[in-house]
T-cell receptor, first 116, second 111 residues
Framework: GAVVSQHPSRVICKSGTSVKIECRSL??????MFWYRQFPKKSLMLMAT?????????EQGVEKDKFLINHASLTLSTLTVTSAHPEDSSFYIC????????????FGNGTRLTVT | QKEVEQNSGPLSVPEGAIASLNCTYSDRVSQSFFWYRQYSGKSPELIMS??SNGDKEDGRFTAQLNKASQYVSLLIRDSQPSDSATYLCAVTMDSNYQLIWGAGTKLIIKP
C-alpha cells in the first residue's frame, strides 16, 4: 500500500535554530500534501496545504515566514520551522491523499519537535 | 461554521463487547467520511472510509452513514485491548474537499 515517509521522527533543537522536516511519498505521486500540528491530547490542526510546483496555502493564524514549506517534486514536501521557540514544540505530521482530494489520507509517522 | 462533533470520552468497553463510536457533522453536502485510529504518540491510521448511506463492514469494523441525520458511526465488534486508542472522525466538506476533523473519542477496552 501507499506509504508516506517522514523524517526525522524526533528532533531536539535550541531556541533560535531552524529545523527541517521531510515528507516523501514512496510509491505514489503526491501533488498535494497536508501539514498538521498536534498538541498533547488535542486533535489535528491543519497548518498548510503544500502544492507541488506552487506556493503553499496556509491556514489562518499560521505564519508562512516561520513555517516554510517547499514542494519541489511530486514525491517530496519539506516543512522548515525557522527561528524555533519553545512554544513551537509539538507533534508535526504530514499526509497525502492516495488519489484525489476525496480519497483517504495516508500519514507520515510524525515528527516530535522539542525546542529547548 | 463547518463542524464535526465527537464525544471526547473516555468510552470504556469490556473486552469482547461492541464499541460504538459516533460522529455528527454540520455540512449537508459532505461527500466523504473517514474513521482514523490514533495511538498515543503516533500518527493517525485509516480504519474505514464510507461514501454512501448504509453500512460498510471490514472485519470487526462497521461504519454506518446516515446523511439525512448527518451522522456517521463506527462499530467495533469483539473489542480487544489493542483497540484502545483515540478514534478520529473526518469529513470532507464543500466542493473543495476541505477535510474537517473531529476532536476524537478516547476508547478504553478493559480486559
Amino acid at each position: 500500500g501507499a506509504v508516506v515517509s517522514q523524517h526525522p521522527s524526533r528532533v531536539i533543537c535550541k531556541s533560535g535554530t531552524s529545523v527541517k522536516i521531510e515528507c516523501r511519498s514512496l510509491d505514489f505521486q503526491a501533488t498535494t500534501m497536508f501539514w498538521y500540528r498536534q498538541f498533547p491530547k488535542k486533535s489535528l490542526m491543519l497548518m498548510a496545504t503544500s502544492n507541488e510546483g506552487s506556493k503553499a496555502t496556509y491556514e489562518q493564524g499560521v505564519e508562512k515566514d516561520k513555517f516554510l514549506i517547499n514542494h519541489a517534486s511530486l514525491t517530496l514536501s519539506t516543512l522548515t520551522v525557522t527561528s524555533a521557540h519553545p512554544e513551537d514544540s509539538s507533534f508535526y505530521i504530514c499526509s497525502a491523499p492516495i488519489n484525489d482530494l476525496n480519497s483517504p489520507l495516508h500519514f507520515g509517522n510524525g515528527t516530535r519537535l522539542t525546542v529547548t | 461554521q463547518k463542524e464535526v462533533e465527537q464525544n471526547s470520552g473516555p468510552l470504556s468497553v469490556p473486552e469482547g463487547a461492541i464499541a460504538s463510536l459516533n460522529c455528527t457533522y454540520s455540512d449537508r453536502v459532505s461527500q466523504s467520511f473517514f474513521w482514523y485510529r490514533q495511538y498515543s504518540g503516533k500518527s493517525p491510521e485509516l480504519i474505514m472510509s464510507i461514501y454512501s448511506n448504509g453500512d460498510k463492514e471490514d472485519g470487526r469494523f462497521t461504519a454506518q452513514l446516515n446523511k439525512a441525520s448527518q451522522y456517521v458511526s463506527l462499530l467495533i465488534r469483539d473489542s480487544q485491548p489493542s483497540d484502545s486508542a483515540t478514534y478520529l472522525c473526518a469529513v470532507t466538506m464543500d466542493s473543495n474537499y476541505q477535510l474537517i476533523w473531529g476532536a476524537g473519542t478516547k476508547l478504553i477496552i478493559k480486559p
